[in-house]
Each structure stands twice: as structure tokens, then as C-alpha cells.
């Protein structure tokens, strides 16, 4: 079984995965578990970007510590309720967008930047792949991708973010043929 058949498989849909992981004698749930890991705090997942999944509430924290280190001021022990609050309306609001994507109410640590914003590639991903289709997206973005020389989409996002919408765009590709 090649990467790229295993790729085309998680961009065409839950079907057609369990059918090639299947076919490649794997369990044919195996590929949309969620991983057996705790939750990790906003803390935390800086140093574990890519496997930390965040509450809406941590994703509101690294708003604020974002918003703080951007106005160059030190971050409080803590938040005012309302300022968490306002900052866990506006995750609201990118997932009502498609801008952001949480599957069973957690969301992925590698979709947001530093200062806690979602970095544009994941909206892209949102549109090609359909916003109710979350863990095909998250199954897209942590599987080794041959038009990222291997890599996951997800370690790329901070740093080359037009060679993830370049992948994308080829796993529309595959969608409309």
C-alpha cells in the first residue's frame, strides 16, 4: 500500500479509508480513533503543538497570553472572567466561521498560531474537505502527505502555510475527479 493511495483514501472520505485500510489489514477503526492521551492545559501544548488537544476555554487562554505578549505587557496569573469570556465568544465565532474545527468539543492544538489564532490553511481545509467533516480534516492534516515530501500538513502550518494550501488544493483536485 503507497502513502499517496493511503492520502487519496483520507481525502476522498471514511469509506473509502476503511475500504484501503482494510485492503492493507489494518482495523478498519483503527484510522478515526482518537489518540489515548490526557487533554493537555494551553500551557502545555506549547511544547506538544501538534498532538495537544485544547478545551475551548485553553484556546481562549492562549488568546489572551497572545494579546498580552503582543501589547508588551506581562501575562496576569490570571484572567478577568469577562475577558475570558470574550476571548472564548471569538472561538465561537471562527468555528461558526469554518475558520477552526474541534472534534468532540476539543480543539487541535496546530490550528492556532502562537498568540492563539487560527491560521488561514485550516479555513481552506474546512471549505475543500466540508466544516461538518472535522475528522476527516484532522485525518488530513496529521497523515504524512507525499506533496509535503512526507511531512504532515500540520508541521507546516506555522511555517510554510502556501505549501499547505498547495497540497490542498491537490486534495480538491482528487475530490472533483
Keep these: 500500500m503507497t502513502v499517496e493511495a493511503m492520502v487519496e483514501a483520507s481525502v476522498r472520505g ?3 479509508v476503511a475500504r484501503v485500510w482494510g485492503a492493507a489489514g489494518l482495523s478498519a477503526g483503527a ?5 489515548e492521551q490526557p487533554r493537555l492545559t494551553a500551557v502545555a501544548a506549547r511544547t506538544a503543538p501538534f498532538n495537544a488537544w485544547l478545551s475551548a476555554e485553553d484556546v481562549s487562554l ?3 497570553r497572545g494579546e498580552c505578549a503582543e501589547a508588551g505587557i506581562s501575562v496576569p496569573a490570571r484572567f478577568s472572567p469577562q475577558a475570558v469570556a ?3 465568544s471569538s472561538v465561537e465565532r471562527w468555528a461558526a466561521e469554518g475558520r477552526v474545527f474541534a472534534i468532540h468539543d ?8 502562537g498568540r492563539g489564532r487560527p491560521h488561514p490553511p485550516v479555513e481552506r481545509a474546512l471549505a475543500v474537505f466540508g466544516r461538518d467533516e472535522t475528522l476527516r480534516v ?4 496529521a497523515s ?6 512526507g511531512k504532515r500538513p500540520q508541521e507546516l502550518l506555522a511555517t510554510a502555510p502556501a505549501f499547505v494550501i498547495m497540497a490542498l488544493e491537490k486534495a480538491r483536485q482528487i475530490l472533483t475527479n
Design 14 to 16: 471514511a469509506g473509502e
Design 138 to 141: 484532522g485525518n488530513w492534516f
Design 62 to 64: 492562549l488568546i489572551l
Design 106 to 113: 476539543l480543539y487541535p492544538r496546530y490550528q492556532f498560531d
Design 144 to 149: 504524512p502527505n507525499p506533496h509535503l515530501g
Design 31 to 35: 484510522q478515526h480513533r482518537m489518540p
Design 86 to 88: 470574550s476571548a472564548n
